[in-house]
T-cell receptor
Framework: DVKVTQSSRYLVKRTGEKVFLECVQD?????MFWYRQDPGLGLRLIYF???????EKGDIPEGYSVSREKKERFSLILESASTNQTSMYLC?????????????FGPGTRLLVL | GENVEQHPSTLSVQEGDSAVIKCTYS??????FPWYKQELGKRPQLIID?????GEKKDQRIAVTLNKTAKHFSLHITETQPEDSAVYFC????????????FGKGTMLLVSP
């Protein structure tokens, strides 16, 4: 059974703080993804990684960076949090292959930036 | 890049009715179309998917149809039950060499007893 976990369910930060969100998967998946979910906007891809130390920008990378030092762990970093980054952040993972692989999601981190 | 439009944004039905959610996509090279269900407070989970070489796929009360010429695909839920109430997301996998998905904005389905 695939398990994707995220470091926090809820997080409150101040504007300008550096924020780390961590995701861990236990299924040896090559691909990992970070999305943000906002009402009426669906799931938007921020960054993804297809291998250790590899990263690719998604649709909305501005204001974010990522780190993947180990295969099971993918971190999302907000260098200087702003109020417009208040959102639900979802991590996902999948195996690599033809592009038809199921993505398994974590429970999400609800971030509030004051 | 790929753009996925999803309609309607909300859908209310009575228990036992059918529900249909429609999506269109822009990238004709997209070849994989999954549907995810997200119950309130929970994570999205895959419920059904369809590949570009198939026109229809069924799994008990849910079915998905694909029209590649028109670039649209639909989710059909028959005999709806209150536990079908959730947000449903369609997605398309653009042919990018990576296993990414572009999601629609979601449909909130409410099934009333």
């Amino acid at each position: 059974d695939v398990k994707v976990t995220q470091s926090s369910r809820y997080l409150v930060k101040r504007t300008g703080e550096k924020v780390f969100l961590e995701c861990v998967q236990d299924m040896d998946h090559e691909n990992m993804f970070w999305y943000r979910q906002d009402p009426g906007l669906g799931l938007r891809l921020i960054y993804f990684s297809y291998d250790v130390k590899m990263k690719e920008k998604g649709d909305i990378p501005e204001g974010y960076s990522v780190s993947r030092e180990k295969k099971e762990r993918f971190s999302l970093i907000l260098e200087s949090a702003s109020t417009n980054q208040t959102s639900m952040y979802l991590c996902a993972s999948s195996t690599s292959g033809s592009g038809e692989e199921t993505q398994y999601f974590g429970p999400g981190t609800r971030l509030l930036v004051l | 890049g790929e753009n996925v439009e999803q309609h309607p944004s909300t859908l209310s039905v009575q228990e036992g009715d059918s529900a249909v959610i429609k999506c269109t996509y822009s990238d004709s090279a997209s070849n994989y179309f999954p549907w995810y269900k997200q119950e309130l407070g929970k994570r999205p989970q895959l419920i059904i998917d369809i590949r570009s070489n198939v026109g229809e796929k069924k799994d008990q009360r849910i079915a998905v149809t694909l029209n590649k010429t028109a670039k649209h695909f639909s989710l059909h839920i028959t005999e709806t039950q209150p536990e079908d109430s959730a947000v449903y997301f369609c997605a398309a996998s653009p042919f990018s060499g990576y296993s990414t998905l572009t999601f629609g904005k979601g449909t909130m389905l409410l099934v009333s007893p």
